[in-house]
């Protein structure tokens, strides 16, 4: 995590009027490092995100930000007849130089949004409501970007959601077994590996060309989007660093994943785990209601599955991670990241158990 001090220094980069209030951390996100600033203007204050881009996780920063704008830049034209059209796109703030980006001494790049206000972010769905809406956000995204050109797209991450090589980062992980913790996952080590083969085939579609390509965000998770806190209506998707070609399966199973568990992502009584049919339901049919119209009948056929295997996929990479000695995700504590694998493969069985009934 960046520190206080870095933040302010770095704040005082970008061109905003007023005077530096204060500045908060958040620790939401597992990537980045992020502080949200308030800033006074003659009694009017507005708020900032400011955020270190993880150069460990993103090696051309630069792109990242390039993909950022184009997407912004397009979805701002779709919503600018709408009165709240603020909310409604992630706002790009730049330095006094006019970039898009500040570079600190220490070759790390900081951007800086105007930050949404009057929003809630959920780390678990309220209701069902939420769950619907999450799904007609999601959906009307995908809508919105459906006519931008993926091919002007940097490719951020490569082979972000390749199960295939998930899995050989695993064994690599499990070979090298940094911190001796092989022996203590066993089980978990035996649950994944025998659920390979199926766990690949959404990405194997994707590279043969069976499911279309299509601009996708591949990090859905519920506490990306931004939910108005009176109508639980979701506003705006938000951490656009992933957004690169693939299938829109990708989004609709990390949506999935965290909207129909009933504990949070890190809970540590694996028994609060399970997945919710009526969550589920209420999610995929708010999805339905924005996408029905441009999906191929294979798409729509493989979301219930594209759910399994997001949470597979998260489930391989939080445990890799654990093996690896913590070096990727943002960890509050030293077990946090086999936690979070204990939670994805819980809810994988629970998934499993109900099958049969949605
Ligand atoms: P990470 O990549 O680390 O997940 P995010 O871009 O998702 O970082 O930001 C972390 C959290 O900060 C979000 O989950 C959200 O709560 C909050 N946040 C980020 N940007 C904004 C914004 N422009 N307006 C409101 N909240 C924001
Ligand atoms: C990370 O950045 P954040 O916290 O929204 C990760 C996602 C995982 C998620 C699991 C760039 O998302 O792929 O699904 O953690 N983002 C990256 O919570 O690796
Ligand atoms: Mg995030």
């Not at 409604?88 to 970039?99: I, N, S």
């Not at 809630?120 to 069902?128: A, C, F, R, V």
């Not at 990390?254 to 909207?259: G, H, K, N, P, Q």
Request: proline share 3%.
């Amino acid at each position: 995590m960046g520190n206080y001090d870095e933040a302010k220094a770095v704040i005082d980069q970008f061109r905003i009027d007023g005077r530096l209030e204060k500045i908060k951390v958040n620790t939401q996100g597992h990537i980045n490092s992020t502080f949200i600033s308030t800033f006074d203007n003659n009694g009017v204050k507005t708020k900032y995100t400011h955020q270190k881009i993880n150069r460990n996780v993103f090696k051309k920063p630069k792109e990242v930000m390039e993909n950022i704008l184009a997407v912004t830049n397009h979805i701002a034209q779709k919503v600018s007849d709408l009165d709240d059209r603020d909310r409604r796109v992630l706002t790009v703030v730049f330095t006094k130089d006019h970039k898009p980006f500040f570079i600190d001494e220490n070759g790390d790049y900081w951007r800086t949004y105007i930050f949404i206000e009057n929003v809630s972010t959920y780390d678990k769905i309220p209701s069902l409501n939420a769950a619907g809406n999450l799904g007609r956000g999601i959906g009307h995204f995908q809508k919105q970007l459906s006519d931008f050109d993926g091919g002007r797209l940097n490719i951020t991450i490569p082979h972000f959601h390749d199960m295939n090589l998930r899995y050989r980062q695993l064994e690599e992980a499990l070979k090298a077994d940094v911190r001796g913790r092989a022996e203590s996952v066993r089980e978990e080590l035996d649950f994944l590996f025998d659920n390979r083969e199926r766990g690949c085939r959404i990405w194997n579609a994707f590279e043969d060309g069976t499911l279309p390509n299509r601009v996708t965000h591949n990090d859905t998770k519920m506490n990306n989007v931004l939910f108005d806190p009176v109508t639980d209506e979701a506003v705006c998707v938000i951490d656009l660093d992933t957004i690169m070609p693939g299938t829109i399966l990708f989004d609709t199973g990390d949506m999935i994943r965290t909207a129909c568990n009933t504990a949070e992502e890190d809970e540590k009584d694996v028994s609060k785990v399970s997945f919710d049919v009526q969550m589920y339901k209420a999610l995929v049919g708010g999805y339905l209601e924005e996408a029905e119209s441009f999906l191929t009948p294979l798409e729509k056929e493989w979301i219930k599955e594209s759910g399994r295997t997001i949470t597979q996929i998260m489930a391989v990479r939080f445990l890799t991670d654990y093996l690896a000695g913590d070096v990727y995700y943002n960890t509050a504590y030293p077990e946090h990241n086999i936690v979070r694998a204990h939670t994805q493969i819980a809810l994988m069985k629970s998934m499993d158990e109900q099958w049969d009934n949605y």
